[in-house]
Each structure stands twice: as structure tokens, then as C-alpha cells.
């Protein structure tokens, strides 16, 4: 008997450490798109943004219906190209991800909704304000930041009403996102009780500002409204000081970062700008993020940075919530889901845009961007 006892013994501890030895089961790898022109400054600051919370949720050993996994980023080049995007869109959905993070623009990221849409793939924009986005009922959009019609609105009642800024010139570069929200402004701008003086558009690849600043100088607006891409917007406010008048410039692209600043050091013109989201300073996790994107890249990161960064944590939020890779449960996850992300806390209506969305209006200011005023978010 103790001879069969020990030798129960051993064949149990010879057990033990054969499975002790036994690896644990690969890590599945998961796969979550990303698209942007990434020859661009910002598209590639929220690229490396949307790394650094793919290595952070890694480090936690996630595990989806109960199998380890390990997400990796696929990232496509749009080139911020209408026609290349329906491309890139439908070579991410022939894929294997389970939800899109893209693409950098409005225009853009129209292009591409219908073909995430029709494939019932979670398509989260981290940047695109156009109104369009959510009132196309496109099946799976979400938008990470409030429309381009409400910060505009908010921005013409202020700036008409309460700074007095009544004559108002409205240029845009001609191209959809633009040409939209100078609509926009120049609706509110009549409703806020301002005249506007001038309306003109430009061709979107020009630098040449000097027509329509010719034809301002004349008209000596109190303010000129320019919605156009980042470059032009620099070219734009370097040329004013040229032309013998001190009109304020309001801009709506991705201007207020420092790579803005150097480019336009010398103007003294007070510009403005108004962009969705609230301020840094007020955001209580920003500054580890910021950290954490200096420590990693040796460069501080843009404010839309940290969209593309919660909206990787956001995507893996509903992966885990619906306990599913399915792609349809991940995009009814992101309906219900409430995240408290680094950019505020999201949740989405019906249409998929965001609850609750704000708005700053920022002013340069000895030669820094400056909160004036922060609109909506209640």
C-alpha cells in the first residue's frame, strides 16, 4: 500500500510539472484600422497617439469570450484624398479589424462612411466636425467631437454680439469643408444681427491670398472668417500684416498647435480660431498623456492627438463590453457604451454623434494659444 500510495505521488507531481511547464495558449491578434494622410503633422501625431493606447491596453493581458488577445494597429494612408479613400475604406473592411479609427478630415471621412456603413463596421472619426457626418444615417459612424454648424453658431453670437465684431468678410477655400462652414457662419452672422460685407472663395491649393485682401483692404471688415486647410490658414495670416488694416481673423482648421505658432511668429494680427473640445488645462488626465507621447516620441503632442488616443481605447472598450470580435455586437457596444476618456466623458445618440459636445474659442496671445471662451458641453 504505501508503495502504490508513492506512487501516486509521483505520477501527481510528475503531472503538475508537465502542465506548469505547458505554455499558456498564443495571444490572438487583433486587428484595429487606421486611416489618415500620414504624410501630414497631425494625422501622424494621432497615429503615434493611437499606439500608444494600443501598447497600454496590451499591458494589461486583455482576453475577449475568454481567449487572450493582442491588438496591433493596421494602418492606411488616405493622402487625404476623396477618390484614394473609398480604396483604402473597403481594402480595411476586406480585412480582418473590428472597427476603423479615420480618417483625418471631413471630407474624407464622408467618403469612406458609406463604405464602412454598408459593412456594418465601426467607423469612429476622431477629428471630422462636418454636421454631415451624423445626419446621413450612416449605420456606423461615431463622432468624437461636437459639429461644425453648433461651434460656428456659438462663435458668430459672440464674437457679433459681445466683441462688436459687426462687419464681417467670409472666405473659404472652395473645397466641402470649407465652402460648408462658411455657410454656416455666414447664417449666423446675419442671425447675430452683424453685416456681411463680402463673400468670397479661393482655389484650395493656392497660396496667392492677395485678390481677396486687395478687395478687403477696401472694405475694412471688423473681422474675416477663413475655413481652409492648416497651410493656407498660415499663409493667409502672414500676409495681412501687408495690407494696411487690423481686422481680426477667425480660423477653423487644426491651427492651434505650437508647429502653427513658429510658422506665423511675426504677425501681430489677433487671430482667433474655434475647434471643437474643451481646453488642455482643463482635461485632468491630458498632461500624464502628454507625458507619457514626449516620453515616447521626443515631440509634444496635438490636441487632436488625443481623439485618435481615446477612440483606440473607446473601440477596445466595446470589444470587451460585448465580449465578441463580431463586428455588429462591437458597433452596438459603442450605441450603449459610457467612457470616461482623456478627452471627457463620450457616449453618442441614435445618429452616433457626440452627447454633449464643447467648443473653445482660443486668441494668440504673446505668441501662445490662449482659451477666451469655452462654448456648449452641458
Known amino acids: 500500500m504505501v508503495a502504490l500510495a508513492l506512487l501516486a505521488v509521483a505520477l501527481f507531481y510528475s503531472a503538475a510539472q508537465a502542465w506548469a511547464a505547458t505554455p499558456p495558449p498564443p495571444a490572438s491578434i487583433v486587428l484595429i484600422g487606421f486611416a489618415a494622410p500620414l504624410s501630414e503633422f497631425s494625422a501622424r501625431h494621432g497615429r503615434n497617439a493611437a499606439l500608444l493606447a494600443i501598447e497600454e491596453a496590451n499591458k494589461d493581458n486583455p482576453r475577449i469570450a475568454g481567449q487572450p488577445v493582442q491588438f496591433q494597429l493596421l494602418e492606411q494612408d488616405d493622402k487625404s484624398d476623396v477618390v484614394v479613400t473609398p480604396y483604402v475604406a473597403r481594402t480595411l473592411?476586406?480585412?480582418?479589424?473590428?472597427?476603423?479609427?479615420?480618417?483625418?478630415?471631413?471630407?474624407?471621412?464622408?467618403a469612406a462612411a458609406p463604405v464602412y456603413s454598408d459593412a456594418g463596421l465601426a467607423h469612429i472619426s476622431p477629428t471630422a466636425w462636418t454636421r454631415e457626418l451624423t445626419q446621413k444615417s450612416f449605420k456606423t459612424i461615431f463622432q468624437m467631437v461636437g459639429n461644425n454648424a453648433a461651434g460656428?453658431?456659438?462663435?458668430?453670437?459672440?464674437?457679433?454680439?459681445?466683441?462688436?465684431?459687426k462687419h464681417v468678410f467670409i472666405l473659404d477655400d472652395g473645397g466641402y469643408l470649407g465652402t460648408a462652414m462658411a455657410g454656416y457662419f455666414y447664417e449666423n452672422v446675419k442671425t447675430a444681427g452683424g453685416?456681411?460685407?463680402?463673400?468670397?472663395?479661393?482655389?484650395?491649393?493656392?497660396?496667392?491670398?492677395?485678390?481677396?485682401?486687395?478687395?478687403?483692404?477696401?472694405?475694412?471688415?471688423?473681422?474675416?472668417?477663413?475655413?481652409?486647410?492648416?497651410?493656407?490658414?498660415?499663409?493667409?495670416?502672414?500676409?495681412?500684416?501687408?495690407?494696411?488694416?487690423?481686422?481680426?481673423l477667425l480660423l477653423t482648421d487644426n491651427v492651434v498647435n505650437e508647429d502653427f505658432l513658429r510658422n506665423v511668429a511675426k504677425t501681430e494680427t489677433p487671430v482667433m480660431a474655434i475647434v471643437p473640445g474643451t481646453p488642455v488645462q482643463r482635461r485632468p488626465r491630458m498632461a500624464a498623456l502628454e507625458k507619457k507621447y514626449i516620453e515616447r516620441y521626443d515631440a509634444e503632442m496635438t490636441a487632436f492627438g488625443a481623439y485618435a488616443y481615446d477612440s483606440v481605447h473607446l473601440l477596445i472598450a466595446a470589444a470587451k463590453k460585448s465580449n465578441s470580435l463580431d463586428r455588429g455586437k462591437i458597433v452596438e457596444a459603442l450605441r450603449e457604451i459610457r467612457y470616461a476618456g482623456v478627452t471627457g466623458n463620450i457616449g453618442f445618440d441614435a445618429s452616433g454623434?457626440?452627447?454633449?459636445?464643447?467648443?473653445?474659442?482660443?486668441?494668440?496671445?504673446?505668441?501662445?494659444?490662449?482659451?477666451?471662451?469655452?462654448?456648449?458641453?452641458?
Open 93 to 110: 473592411v476586406a480585412s480582418k479589424v473590428i472597427g476603423v479609427v479615420g480618417h483625418w478630415s471631413s471630407a474624407t471621412t464622408m
Open 195 to 248: 453685416e456681411v460685407v463680402h463673400r468670397a472663395s479661393i482655389n484650395s491649393k493656392t497660396s496667392d491670398f492677395n485678390p481677396p485682401l486687395q478687395r478687403a483692404q477696401q472694405l475694412q471688415p471688423d473681422l474675416i472668417f477663413f475655413s481652409g486647410r492648416t497651410v493656407q490658414s498660415g499663409v493667409l495670416t502672414s500676409n495681412l500684416p501687408r495690407f494696411q488694416m487690423q481686422p481680426a
Open 152 to 165: 460656428l453658431a456659438f462663435a458668430a453670437d459672440y464674437l457679433v454680439r459681445d466683441q462688436k465684431l
Open 353 to 378: 454623434a457626440l452627447l454633449r459636445p464643447d467648443y473653445t474659442l482660443y486668441r494668440i496671445e504673446q505668441k501662445k494659444w490662449v482659451p477666451v471662451k469655452v462654448f456648449g458641453g452641458k
